[in-house]
């Protein structure tokens, strides 16, 4: 069974990713985790201090998932492909805390906005890694990585509002989709 504060994390990820975090107040925490608010500051001391934490869960989470695939031996695009599909994956699998992690992060205060960003901004360096690797080895072609990791996240993270598990694509289809039309463009060939 899980600990009093993952479980307030686990309850405050499901009301944040519905109500959105202005909309949640602590009120609303306590009672999905039949505490009364009172006792849930014997857990947590914010609600910022639950936001942060769902981030840095989430970030950690992501980051373990795709790091295998982007620090493995295969070529650039077939590591880009694996990191792809394991990056929907663990977004389609963990909805909640991929739309907190994608939506809500604006909501921290400033200086916790700071922690979080420089971790953030060490996840979206394992994606500019792979894209410079790439470059440095010939099999991609990219002026900038790091405004290419940037907007491959940004095509990733957006599928969180449309995707559905009864849809006529799995995660890893729509990553493979992805990984394509960033390999071969749009262009029809010659």
């Known amino acids: 069974m899980t600990n009093n504060r ?4 686990e309850a405050a990820a499901q009301i944040f990713s519905q109500k959105g975090y202005h909309a949640t107040s ?7 985790v039949a505490l009364k608010k009172a006792s849930l500051y014997h857990h947590i001391t914010s609600k910022q201090e639950i936001l942060l ?5 989430a970030l950690d989470l992501l980051t373990g998932q795709i790091g295998e695939a982007v620090n493995g031996d295969a070529s650039a ?10 990056y929907l994956r663990t977004l389609a699998s963990h909805r909640q805390l ?4 994608l939506l809500e992060y604006r909501s ?8 979080h960003v420089q971790r953030r901004d060490r996840f979206e360096q394992l994606w500019r890694g792979l894209l410079e690797e790439g470059v440095t080895r010939g099999e ?9 990791a940037r907007a491959l996240l940004g095509m990733m993270n957006w599928t969180i509002t449309w ?3 009864d849809g006529p694509s799995t995660p890893e289809e729509i990553a493979d989709q992805y990984v394509d039309l960033l390999l071969n463009g749009l262009l029809a060939e010659a």
């Open 26 to 32: 602590m009120q609303d925490i306590a009672n999905a």
């Open 53 to 57: 934490a769902i981030l840095d869960q």
């Open 108 to 115: 921290l205060s400033p200086p916790l906005y700071q922690r």
């Open 140 to 148: 991609f072609r990219c002026p900038d990585p790091a405004q290419a």
């Open 163 to 165: 995707y559905r598990p």
């Open 6 to 9: 993952e479980h307030i994390l």
């Open 77 to 86: 695009p077939e590591r880009l492909r694996l990191a792809m599909r394991a």
């Open 98 to 101: 991929a739309a907190v992690l």
